[in-house]
């Protein structure tokens, strides 16, 4: 405790304003140090420091902070479904296309989906699109991920797939509507439901 209050009292003592430093034994037998004078007690001679002026700090060099800019390439993107070379059946030519990358999409930047070369859908943030309406045959799908001023950042290779669209006739042809079947599937209308025979 004496040590600790002699410390203080000796970084005080060198301060600009030298203070007047005294010590005595107190009733417990302990030695005290103080800036105060108390009876019996004996001033202690306290040199200056050689401590010189500091002056102006100097100034600190300015560093260059780099804003870190988010990766600006995709690692991974590919079209999802329909699979490579698959045949979609359907009446309508309606098929849904999803596509995946990563990392997942990046800020101000949008999914595009390309079919024979030409943009039919996008830019969106969701990945999945669902087409109508799609003609019969062989078509080449594409997908791409563009910026805000429509560069494109990343673009799969074309990726075919095959659309088949079976004409009711054929569908019924096929697989023969039965009397349950009329009024519930699209190629047994209730129209063409026959009559009853009656007993």
């Not at 780099?66 to 070379?85: A, F, N, T």
């Not at 999945?128 to 078509?139: E, I």
């Not at 560069?151 to 009397?179: A, G």
């Amino acid at each position: 405790m004496n040590r600790l209050l002699l410390a203080i009292v000796l970084l005080a003592a060198s301060s600009t304003t030298m203070a007047e430093v005294y010590t005595y034994i107190d009733a417990q037998g302990d030695r005290v140090y103080t800036d105060k004078p108390h009876a019996n007690a004996t001033r202690v001679d306290v040199r200056p420091s050689n401590n010189m002026s500091a002056g102006p700090p100097l100034p600190t060099p300015a560093r260059k902070l780099v804003k870190k800019q988010p990766p600006s390439h995709y690692d991974m993107l590919r079209i999802l479904i329909p699979e490579p070379d698959a045949t979609i059946q359907d009446a309508s030519g309606d098929m849904i296309v999803t596509i995946t990358s990563d990392p997942p999409l990046m800020p101000n930047h949008g999914y595009r989906l390309l079919m024979d070369g030409n943009v039919i859908a996008g830019p969106a943030v969701s990945p999945v699109f669902a087409l109508k309406n799609v003609d019969r045959g062989t078509h080449q799908l594409a997908a791409e991920v563009i910026d805000n001023e429509e560069t494109v950042i990343e673009r799969t290779p074309n990726q075919p797939f095959h659309m088949q669209r079976i004409s009711l006739i054929q569908k019924r042809r096929n697989n023969p509507c039965t009397t349950a079947d009329y009024g519930v599937r699209p190629e047994c209308p209730l129209a063409d439901k026959p009559a009853d025979d009656d007993d």
